[in-house]
């Protein structure tokens, strides 16, 4: 069975400075995808950014970028220029052969101004 | 907005009560989802509906029961529920099960007291 790991329950960063969250996954596949969702005060899970293990280029959207390991199965948000809107829950998922989405335990990031 | 809606956002029961959970969505997706979250744990999927079938049961306690009337719209029974039901009931679409991101209602803050 596939795990997703997220090793810092909490996190904090300074306005406009730059945080990275971290995420490993076990997995025998070879195809597969991951993603970061955000879940702020208001509960609902909003994605924020997605990559496919095939790609080796690293995704980006604005100002939120991942560094994605294959061979170490690692899968690392950057989030770069943090504002008071980044504060959230932010979960790591995996899903593959299975259909269905595995969370991690979840990264509680708090950006103090 | 996110085109899934949950209701209803707050819901209190006693152990003996009979309520149900409602979830809709408006964005033609074919799959839809049940998660629980609870609190320092990752998100467990509960129930997944393909096409007005269901496709995959993690085990749930009976007490828990879905109804996926069509595509847009997805209920959770809720019955003789425990105290440690207690959680944040997630809803969340997609389409097609393999790999697609998934989107969430803002989810149902249930209390079993």
């Known amino acids: 069975a596939q795990t997703v790991t997220q090793s810092q329950p909490e996190m904090s960063v300074q306005e406009a400075e730059t945080v990275t969250l971290s995420c490993t996954y076990d997995?025998?596949?070879?195809?597969?995808?991951l993603f970061w969702y955000k879940q702020p005060p208001s509960r609902q899970m909003i994605l924020v950014i997605r990559q496919e293990a095939y790609k080796q280029q690293n995704a980006t959207e604005n100002r939120f970028s991942v560094n994605f390991q294959k061979a170490a199965k690692s899968f690392s948000l950057k989030i770069s220029d943090s504002q008071l809107g980044d504060a959230a829950m932010y979960f790591c998922?995996?899903?593959?052969?299975?259909?269905?989405?595995?969370f991690g335990s979840g990264t509680q990031l708090t950006v103090l101004p | 907005e996110t085109g899934v809606t949950q209701t209803p956002r707050h819901l209190v029961m006693g152990m003996t009560n009979k309520k149900s959970l409602k979830c809709e969505q408006h964005l033609g997706h074919n799959a839809m989802y049940w998660y629980k979250q609870s609190a320092k744990k990752p998100l467990e999927l509960m129930f997944v509906y393909s096409l007005e079938e269901r496709v995959e049961n993690n085990s749930v306690p009976s007490r828990f029961s879905p109804e996926c009337p069509n595509s847009s719209h997805l209920f959770l029974h809720l019955h003789t529920l425990q105290p440690e039901d207690s959680a944040l009931y997630l809803c969340?679409?997609?389409?097609?099960?393999?790999?697609?991101?998934?989107?969430f209602g803002q989810g149902t803050r249930l209390t079993v007291v």
């Open positions: 998922a995996y899903t593959g052969s299975a259909r269905q989405l595995t």
């Open positions: 969340a679409s997609s389409q097609g099960l393999s790999n697609t991101e998934a989107f």
């Open positions: 997995t025998s596949e070879s195809d597969y995808y």
